[in-house]
């Protein structure tokens, strides 16, 4: 159909300003959503680390005597070549070693000979984000990859489960703990 200068009106498509309009509707809307996960993800990565530590903590609150790296190197039997030299990344394995320990490492393990079934205190399949393997003796992980401390406090006769939090670093304000005293995961600046 024509108008009455003669152009055509029927428009078989987009012109090239209704598609760049569209476009940077487009890019506004994914640049807007971009940051909102991201803020997101930055406040899950804390609840994730307590969420494990949590668990862990209970876990290790029902075991008696508790853990110790002396204890663990015994109960490793030949596995026990494989534990770090590192305390820190050893007292990690020492975590999946009595939460979540893997069937091969059930099954070579002295600790775990006499058992007939493979029954881990905490599935694997729930720490499978969390589990780093180098060598046999996977170590646990917090949310941003780096080893969970597992220590016991002989001046307090207790333990404690610590992740290094967002920087990396040790005994900073945004490490979190799990203290078994309150039962909870809390920021290093609240218990110290």
Avoid at 36 to 42: D, L
Wanted: net charge negative; hydrophobic share 40%; with cysteine.
């Amino acid at each position: 159909m024509r108008n009455r200068l003669g152009r055509n009106t029927d428009r078989a498509g987009f012109t090239l300003i209704e598609l760049m309009i569209v476009i940077g509707i487009i890019a506004l809307l994914v640049s807007v959503l971009a940051v909102a996960i991201v803020t997101q993800m930055g406040k899950s990565k804390p609840k994730a680390t307590a969420s494990l530590l949590q668990q862990a903590g209970s876990a290790i609150e029902t075991m008696t005597p508790r853990p110790n790296l002396k204890q663990f190197r015994i109960h490793a039997g030949v596995l026990a070549g494989d534990i770090s030299d590192d305390e820190k990344i050893a007292s990690s394995q020492l975590l999946a070693f009595y939460l979540c320990p893997a069937r091969d490492v059930w099954e070579q393990a002295a600790y775990y000979s006499s058992r007939e079934v493979y029954e881990p205190m905490i599935n694997q399949d729930q720490w499978t984000a969390n589990l780093v393997n180098e060598g046999q003796l996977p170590y646990l992980v917090d949310a941003w990859s780096q080893e969970i401390h597992y220590y016991y406090d002989r001046t307090r006769k207790t333990f404690f489960i610590q992740s290094k939090g967002e920087d990396g670093e040790w005994n900073t304000d945004d490490d979190q703990l799990y203290d078994p005293r309150r039962s909870r995961v809390e920021l290093y600046s609240e218990i110290k």
